[in-house]
């Protein structure tokens, strides 16, 4: 049950997309279309923006997207904002009710 | 509207164990599994286990095998989760979080547990 591998940080200027990685494994990433995307801003709790891979809650705006390839999720932000600057945390299930969590990635909007 | 209330911040000295409570409203308590994840300060997410609000079982991380316990309480709507034999690294926010199985889509308000002698 180790943590999903996930960059760091990544940048971008207002306007611009930038693309969040998230890997792991054939028994969690890889096994299950059950990969979610969380938004944490610093103080606050994190906020569900990206569940079942693809899919946005509502009220979340669709500038936000998700897919997966293999054992590799990804979460894109497209038209940046300066009110995405925030942490991001990927999540996969990975079997007999476990959840694994990412490294988390840091966004700054430069 | 959905809420997951929780108890307060919390002091505890090493060894000791600490119990931090969550209170849902807002739904069917028995149609969501509870799950509690923490965040240590500066770092990530952390799932620790869950707790299926029905009949009450349980599935812990392979990390707090035998030094965590989660309850709950029907009557009312109440989840608990016992971390016990605490050392400085247990210093973190515990979130209780309804899980939806395609993701977490309810999160409580945080409980920050400080461990210090």
């Known amino acids: 049950q180790s943590a999903l591998t996930q960059p760091r940080s990544v940048s971008g200027s207002p306007g611009q997309s930038v693309t969040i990685s998230c890997t792991g494994t054939s028994s969690d990433v890889g096994g299950y279309n059950l990969v979610s995307w969380y938004q944490q801003h610093p103080g606050k709790g994190p906020r569900l923006i990206i569940y079942d891979v693809t899919e946005g809650p509502s009220g979340v705006p669709d500038r936000f997207s998700g897919s997966k390839s293999g054992n590799t999720a990804s979460l894109t932000i497209s038209g940046l904002q300066a009110e995405d600057e925030a942490d991001y945390y990927c999540?996969?299930?990975?079997?007999?009710?476990?959840?694994?969590f990412g490294t988390g990635t840091e966004v700054t909007v430069l | 509207q959905v809420q997951l209330v929780q108890s307060g911040a919390d002091v505890k000295k090493p060894g000791a164990s600490v119990k931090v409570s969550c209170k849902a409203s807002g739904y069917t308590f028995s149609d969501h599994y509870l799950y509690w994840v923490r965040q240590a300060p500066g770092q990530g997410l952390e799932s620790m286990g869950m707790i299926k609000p029905t009949t009450g079982s349980t599935a812990y991380s392979q990390k707090f095998q035998g030094r965590l316990t989660l309850t709950r309480d029907t009557s009312t709507n109440t989840l608990y989760m016992d971390l016990s034999s605490l050392t400085s690294d247990d210093t973190a926010v515990y979130y209780c979080?309804?899980?939806?199985?395609?993701?977490?889509?309810?999160w409580g308000q945080g409980t920050l547990v400080t461990v210090s002698s």
């Open positions: 979080v309804r899980n939806t199985f395609s993701g977490f889509d309810f």
């Open positions: 999540s996969s299930y990975a079997g007999r009710d476990i959840y694994v």
